[in-house]
């Protein structure tokens, strides 16, 4: 019989309360986009991890939503207008 891990509701469905704790021995894909996988600690180096763990996320986060941006800036000078004007050569032949 397989482990039955632990779950907190991000996303609450009918009977389920968002913070809830929840337990499945395998997730169903359906949920999974509901739910986090519950993580527990007991002392102070643990919260200490976690909380170096959570700065080094949001850290390549950060720097990967500057990369998108950067490409997106990069790229808005190079677009084609959906409606050119007269002197465009986008759509002439």
């Given at each position: 019989m397989?482990?039955?891990?632990?779950?907190?509701v991000n996303i609450p469905w009918s009977?389920?309360?968002k913070?809830?704790?929840?337990?499945?021995?395998?997730?169903h894909p359906?949920?999974?986009?509901?739910?986090?996988?519950y993580v527990e600690f007991d002392s102070s180096e643990d919260e200490e991890?976690?909380?170096s763990v959570a700065e080094q996320i949001?850290?390549?986060a950060k720097a990967e939503a500057?990369?998108?941006?950067?490409?997106?800036k990069a790229e808005a000078g190079k677009l084609t207008p959906a409606t050119p004007d007269s002197k465009s050569t986008a759509t002439k032949k």
């Open positions: 397989a482990e039955k891990k632990k779950y907190v009977g389920v309360k913070g809830q704790v929840v337990e499945f021995e395998e997730l359906a949920l999974k986009a509901n739910v986090s996988p991890k976690a909380k949001i850290a390549e500057e990369k998108i941006l950067a490409n997106a």
